[in-house]
């Protein structure tokens, strides 16, 4: 495989020339989403090479049951798997009665390109057949952010060499199979199928789940651009419905087959109307047109980009990389629906069941509270409130009592469905993040009502979480946190994991300072919410005293705090001196190598310093950088941008900058030789940061709003746009200065490189 054949663009993915060896990779990478559903990019007409076959529905899954050698008391009775749903997209095409296959007939200029600006997928190509007939192919394929429900696709074939008989088959196939499958079962039972002149539809259900999707396609042809009806042939099986339409095209004319189509699922209508509604969207499509419905896209895409981009001037592979991954992230969350979340995969894949991890509170949530409406953002906290008695249900099963929450490392409901027991019961940091992501929202929006209404419930049971799982030390005099997997899951069941334990003593702090602020401030909610949860006044007792003495190992030799206890017993060897063939370790070294060796997967004590930098000085983080750097083997895709921040903090633009590429470009060149896997969705929002808090150097503490920019040498600016509060606010950075453009309305005040400075309503200042 070429991991580099992706052409450098300002704002669009392209690919030039057919190489069989990168199908599955372009498939991940020229995806396309709507918020609602999404789909990898395979192709329309039948390809019997190597695919991966995939459309997914936002909020459907299987809980399909976990598969482990040794079952432990307390484990997940399932894994949850966002399901592979029914495929709309498929057209097949006969020239002269001959399949048009890219695995078999000889491939010429061919094309794709995905219009980032737009939402829009196009390929083009020339097919020559055995017998030397040439045809050009062009497809426009996009899923809608007007109508979330549908998608189009123009598909059109044009004789070169010859006249003679195209036949397009557009079919509905319901009985596509999840590739992660447990135990290779098929998820869905077929419950109707409808055909009505040219339109069919297919009612799905979900095994266990009970969700129902009618999946629907609406067709339409056109001969020259001018719309022509023909006689179809009906094909109808157990999973799918073929319709196949024939006719006579000269040579140089373009036939054309616009297929409208997409889902309508229970979940947002009652079951009696799916199909009514099905039937009612398609058609509404189809009224407004393709090219009605292309014009609605833009402008859709024209309203996020206005706020969302970043402009790179100089460094067109950094410009490109930056805009595919804001691209992504508006693909595959849009805030609407607070029973949705962000994948890891979001909608190109499968991997890690396309369920929630604490990524969304980490690295998410900022990228969507700064660039949309703060409801967006509070949209994936109430996700996480409405799940607080699944929480606390999980933290039972475990053994904690008194409402205490553990937050599941993988859920879709609420229910930890993680399949491997070091992450399940070990890696709980991940309560922390759900704290931190309320303490960064109410800190950035403001939004304090929040806390009042929703935050403190989840803020008081995690808290008692943290009280129950710490436990007194009589040897440390300190108390501890033992049997713990941080984030560098390259060390699994150690003891005072440093990150774990400072996220739990802010946890306790932040609860009992919480506690007071609505005492005063919320009188009436603070006794609703203590009355709820049964909030005795000794707790805060215990959680201040747990605070106060919690242990964190620390090395005075080195002069840092150590990942775990014991971690000065490796051997400290950086990762620059492993040899190159040995690299990626998960791939090439044992589990027991690893986790005897000192390499560390992503930011662990870093992931600290970078979310409590405002309680360390700068030197304290330049010597915690400079220790646990060197023997980081950024094998998770969130790794890079938290270094980057940190190195740009410590003003090493050149390690941020190497830092931003590798986290920029990580799908784009395939660093982790997994694309073809599907995107690292939730690591696109870390790139964002590298650049906004990274080389921006935007802060947000102490309810003020601060900005620190550097830039790399070889860009000649950058520019970016965030919404704080009631303002929106552009920034510009070159090699002379920088300059703050306020939107708004209204005046606001912020610090740029330690002073403060005021901008006026729609006013500029240089500096």
Known sequence: MNLNYIKPDEWKIIEEGFDKENVTASESIFSLGNGAMGQRANFEEQYSGET?????????????????????NGYPEYFAKVLNAPNWIGIG??????????NTCKVIDFSRELDMRNGVLKRSFIAEFDNSDMVKIES?????????????????????????????????????????????????????????????????KTLKTGFLVYTGMKIEFELNDYIINIDKESEVS??????????????????????????????????????????????????????????????????????ADIMISGDIKAQQAIRFNIFQLNQTYSGEDSRLNIGPKGFTGEKYGGSTYWDTEAY???????????????????????????????????????????????????EECHNEWEITFEEIHRNGAMVYAIYNYVNYSGDLDYMASHGLEVIIAIARFWSQRATFSEDKEKFVILGVTGPNEYENNVNNNWYTNYLAKWCLEYALENIEILKE?????????????????????VWENVAENMYFPFSEKHGVYLQQDGFLDKELVPVDQLPKAERPINQKWSWDRILRSPYIK???????????????????????????EPLTVHESSLSPCVHSILAAKLERTEKAYEMYLRTSRLDLDDYNHEVHEGLHITSMAGTWLSIVQGFGGMRNFDNTLSFDPIIPKNWK???????????????????????????????????????????????????
Request: glycine share 6%.
């Open 93 to 102: 095409v006969k020239i002269n009665g001959t399949t048009l296959d890219l």
């Open 52 to 72: 991966f076959q995939g459309s997914y529905i936002g909020g459907i899954y299987y809980p399909d049951k976990t598969r482990v050698g040794w079952w432990k």
């Open 364 to 414: 998410c949530i900022p990228f969507y509270m700064s660039t949309k409406d703060k409801d967006v953002a509070r949209n994936l906290l109430i996700y996480r409130y409405n799940q607080l008695d699944k929480a606390i249900e999980n933290a039972e099963k475990l053994g904690f009592t008194n409402g205490a929450a553990l937050y599941p490392m993988v859920t879709m409901n609420g």
């Open 140 to 204: 426009v394929r996009f899923l809608s952010m007007s109508i979330q429900e549908v998608g189009v696709i123009r598909y059109s074939v044009t004789p070169i060499n010859f006249q003679g008989e195209v036949e397009f088959t557009p079919y509905i196939d319901a009985g596509i199979v999840n590739e992660d499958s447990n135990y290779d079962e098929f998820f869905w039972e077929i419950l109707d199928k409808k055909e009505e002149e040219n339109e069919a539809y297919i009612l799905s």
């Open 602 to 628: 992503q930011a662990d004590v870093l992931q600290g310093f970078y979310f409590f930098e405002n309680l360390f000085d700068q030197e304290a983080i330049k010597k915690h950088f400079d220790f646990y």
């Open 521 to 541: 401030d919320y009188p009436e909610d603070f006794i609703r919410i203590t009355k709820k949860v049964q909030l005795l006044e000794t707790e805060s007792k």
């Open 238 to 307: 157990d999973k799918k419905i073929s319709n196949s339409y024939k006719t006579e095209v000269n040579s140089g004319d373009t036939f054309s087959i616009v297929k409208y189509g997409g889902y309508t699922q229970s979940m947002n209508h009652p079951d009696a109307e799916l199909f009514n509604v099905s039937k009612r969207r398609l058609n509404e499509a189809a009224e407004l047109g393709f090219d009605v419905l292309l014009e609605k896209q833009q402008k859709a895409w024209d309203k996020i980009w206005d706020t």
């Open 717 to 767: 600016s950058y520019s970016f746009k965030i919404k704080y509060r009631d303002h929106t606010i552009k920034v510009f950075k070159n090699h002379e200065g920088c300059k703050f453009y306020n939107e708004s309305d209204t005046p606001i005040d912020i610090i740029v490189s330690n002073k403060t400075v005021t901008i006026q309503n729609t006013d500029l200042v240089i500096l």
